[in-house]
């Protein structure tokens, strides 16, 4: 089964998905999948620090709202210069 559409595909016809994002370091992991149109349709960038980043920010019972303002933050507070800072 796809995990995005949830069409079923042959496992020979489908990409693997790897949550970590390293899909070459096999040992002891599952992997899930997706059909070829759902795989193309993702982002293929590095994803480095993101699991952590949102580990930091999730709260259980937080509302949309308030997790999409603590990683908008989270985001600018790494990723801005330390010149920008406090702007």
């Known amino acids: 089964m796809c995990i995005?559409?949830?069409d079923a595909v042959l496992?020979?016809?489908a990409r693997e998905?790897?949550?970590e994002g390293n899909r070459w370091e096999r040992h002891g992991k599952r992997f899930e999948?997706?059909?070829k149109s759902c795989?193309?349709?993702l982002c293929h960038q590095p994803?480095?620090?993101l699991e952590g980043l949102l580990v930091d920010i999730e709260e259980h019972g937080i509302s949309n709202?308030?997790?999409l303002l603590r990683y908008f933050d989270a985001v600018k507070e790494r990723y801005e210069s330390p010149g920008e800072r406090g702007r």
């Open 47 to 49: 994803r480095e620090e």
């Open 39 to 41: 795989y193309r349709g």
């Open 11 to 13: 496992r020979s016809a």
């Open 4 to 6: 995005a559409c949830g």
């Open 17 to 19: 998905y790897d949550k």
């Open 65 to 67: 709202e308030e997790f």
């Open 33 to 35: 999948h997706l059909c």
